[in-house]
C-alpha cells in the first residue's frame, strides 16, 4: 500500500510520511523547506489584515 502519498509543500518532491519533517500538518522533504514555508507564511501574515472580533 502507500497509493496515498504526500508531497513536499515547497518543491513538490515525494517525502516519506515516516521521517518527513512537518508544520500546520503539511510534509517537507527537509527542514530548510518546512523552515522556508513556515516564514513564508509569516510574512503574508504580515501584509494581510487579520479579522478580529471586537469584544
Ligand atoms: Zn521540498
Redesign the pocket.
Known sequence: MGWFDKY??????K?DKKTAPQRFGKY???E??AEEYVSDIDNKGKRSPEQQCGG
Open positions: 513536499c509543500e515547497k518543491c513538490g518532491m517525502v517537507f522533504c527537509s530548510k523547506h
